[in-house]
C-alpha cells in the first residue's frame, strides 16, 4: 500500500525528492522531501496536530544543534514532518499551504542540501517516532525525464556544489521534470548514498524476472532497478576529468539542470563542463 500525493500537494514546491537521502526514512522511497521558495514552511497536508517535540540533530559546524517533529492526523494516516521550527500546537488544525512554522536547516542535511520539508505517512496504530516504518509514497503527477549527454555550461555554484544549465526544463513553470535514467526520472544522490530510485517505474518490488530495470546517467549504466528503487552499481562521477562526491537527482518545477556535489567541486560561473561516470569494482569486470 503507498500514499498517493497529488498535484494540489506537490505544485506547492518547486522540488522535490523521494530518494536524495541516507536516512532509512527515505528507504524505497517512504518518505518525501519536498522544496518551498523561502523561508516559511507551507502545510502540506490538513489535519489536526497531534504533537509537535525538539529532537537533536548530528552536530555539523553550518546546522542547528536540534530539528523538529511535527505529527499531524490527516484522518487516514498520521503524517510525520520534520525540519520545521513550528508555529502550531497539538490539538491545532491545519489545512494544506497554511504556515507549519519555519524552516530548519538542521545537522541531517549535508552541506549542498536546501533547506526543506521532510514529509511521511504512518498507519494510526504505529508507532510515529520511529524513524523508519513509514509507508511508501507515490507522485500522482507526472515526471517528464530529460535526455542528458553529460556536457553542460554552469550556472549557479555554492561552497560545495555546482549546477549546470542541461538538461534545461523546456516549459519553466508547467510540470516536473527530472534526469532520464532509462525510460523513467531518475531520483536520489549518485552515487553517494546507498540507493535511488527510477519515478514512473512500479512502487512495489517485483516478483517476475523481466521486470528488472538498468538505471543509466548518460548513456551509462548506473544501477538496477526492482520496482522502483535503484541499487547503484560501484561507480566515480567526474568532472572536467575530477572526482567529485557525485550528483544530486531530483524533480523539478521551475528549473533544472543537474546539480554537481562535493567538498572538492571547484566549478565556475560560466565553465563548461563534461561529466563522466566510470564504473569500478568487480561487478563491472566481464
Not at 514546491?13 to 537521502?21: A, G, T
Not at 526514512?25 to 490538513?46: E, F, N, Q
Not at 549546470?164 to 548514498?193: I, K, Q
Request: aromatic share 8%.
Amino acid at each position: 500500500m503507498a500514499v498517493s500525493l497529488g498535484s494540489d500537494l506537490l505544485t506547492q514546491y518547486r522540488r522535490f525528492s523521494l530518494y536524495n537521502s541516507p536516512f532509512v526514512a527515505h528507504d524505497r522511497g517512504c518518505a518525501v522531501d519536498l522544496y518551498p521558495d523561502g523561508d516559511r514552511a507551507p502545510s502540506p497536508i490538513a489535519g489536526e496536530v497531534l504533537d509537535s517535540r525538539q529532537v537533536s540533530a548530528p552536530p555539523k559546524p553550518y546546522a542547528a544543534e536540534h530539528d523538529y517533529l511535527v505529527l499531524v492526523d490527516t484522518g487516514e494516516y498520521v503524517a510525520r514532518l520534520l525540519h520545521v521550527d513550528p508555529a502550531v500546537e497539538p490539538g491545532d488544525n491545519v489545512a494544506v499551504g497554511d504556515s507549519l512554522g519555519d524552516l530548519v536547516r538542521a545537522g541531517f542535511f549535508a552541506p549542498w542540501v536546501p533547506n526543506h520539508i521532510h514529509l511521511g505517512f504512518r498507519p494510526p496504530d504505529a508507532n510515529p517516532y520511529r524513524a523508519s516504518g513509514s509507508l511508501p509514497i507515490s507522485v500522482d503527477v507526472d515526471v517528464r525525464p530529460l535526455p542528458w549527454d553529460g556536457t553542460g555550461t554552469v550556472v549557479e555554484t555554492g561552497e560545495t556544489w555546482a549546477r549546470l544549465d542541461a538538461p534545461a526544463h523546456p516549459t519553466p513553470g508547467n510540470g516536473f521534470v527530472g534526469l532520464d535514467g532509462g525510460g523513467a526520472v531518475l531520483d536520489g544522490g549518485f552515487p553517494h548514498y546507498d540507493g535511488g530510485g527510477l519515478l514512473g517505474r512500479p512502487v512495489d518490488a517485483v516478483t517476475g524476472d523481466g521486470d528488472i530495470h538498468s538505471a543509466t546517467v548518460a548513456g551509462t549504466e548506473v544501477g538496477t532497478a526492482t520496482g522502483r528503487t535503484v541499487t547503484w552499481h560501484d561507480c566515480t562521477v567526474r568532472a572536467n576529468g575530477q572526482p567529485v562526491t557525485g550528483l544530486a537527482l531530483f524533480c523539478a518545477r521551475n528549473r533544472f539542470g543537474v546539480k554537481l556535489v562535493g567538498e572538492t567541486v571547484d566549478l565556475a560561473v560560466g565553465e563548461s563542463v563534461t561529466v563522466s561516470v566510470e564504473r569500478t569494482g568487480t561487478e563491472s569486470e566481464p
